[in-house]
């Protein structure tokens, strides 16, 4: 198998965009989908997007950018919500894999926002690990609700925002690959009804 050339961070990020333009429009191409792409990725992977995003059940990340096979590293938690799992998963996307682009795609009607949202506002608590989840969602309501803000999109944008800075806080691995221009990691709000992905923060494009 040839190794296709990396693409750089832009050009990765010009790709996901592309293909997200094609799902919304009712244009899919479903490229890399075929027993051929099967084939020639099988005995290695080079994606060139690592994509860590809400588990919502709409948000299927190969569908909504209309990618394939050995395209997309997913990375997915409610509410985007980050442990030490999920950083390894992360840092192995772009430092084992060499992926040039990692997102971070909220949406609008989170749950685990909602759900945070809720609690901090009643002080309810959840039970089991969904608590761990409202937890690690609590800063960005807290920011949000700290700047006045009430709408929707608004928590959403925060949450978002606070996941990138997080994620290039505590990474080391990423924060260099950005900082060497090895790779870029952005922000992406996706809105469930029209299936847009809008560009809320970027680091290193
Ligand atoms: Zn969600």
Redesign the pocket.
């Known amino acids: 198998m040839i190794d296709a050339p990396i693409p750089t961070p832009r050009d990765a990020f010009e790709m996901l965009l592309a293909g997200n333009q094609r799902f919304v429009t009712g244009a899919p191409e479903h490229p890399n989908q075929d027993a051929a792409r099967r084939t020639e990725v099988a005995p290695a992977q080079n994606p060139f997007a690592v994509l860590f995003?809400?588990?919502?059940s709409r948000?299927a990340a190969e569908i909504i950018f209309d990618r394939g096979l050995g395209d997309l590293f997913v990375v997915r938690t409610?509410?985007?919500v980050m442990g030490p799992e999920v950083l390894g998963s992360i840092e192995y996307g772009v430092s084992v894999l060499g992926a040039p682009l990692v997102v971070v795609l909220?949406?609008d009607?989170?749950?685990?926002?909602a759900a945070t949202r809720s609690a901090v506002q009643d002080g309810t608590t959840a039970g089991g690990y969904v608590r761990d989840v409202i937890e690690r969602v609590t800063p960005s309501v807290l920011a949000a609700r700290a700047a006045g803000r009430t709408e929707d999109h608004d928590f959403i944008a925060e949450h978002i925002r606070h996941t990138v800075d997080l994620l290039l806080d505590r990474s080391r691995v990423l924060a260099e690959a950005v900082e060497a221009g090895r790779a870029a990691v952005v922000g992406l709000s996706y809105r469930l009804a029209d299936g847009t992905a809008q560009l809320v923060t970027a680091r290193g494009l």
């Open positions: 995003g809400c588990s919502d948000l409610a509410g985007h909220g949406h009607a989170c749950g685990a926002v």
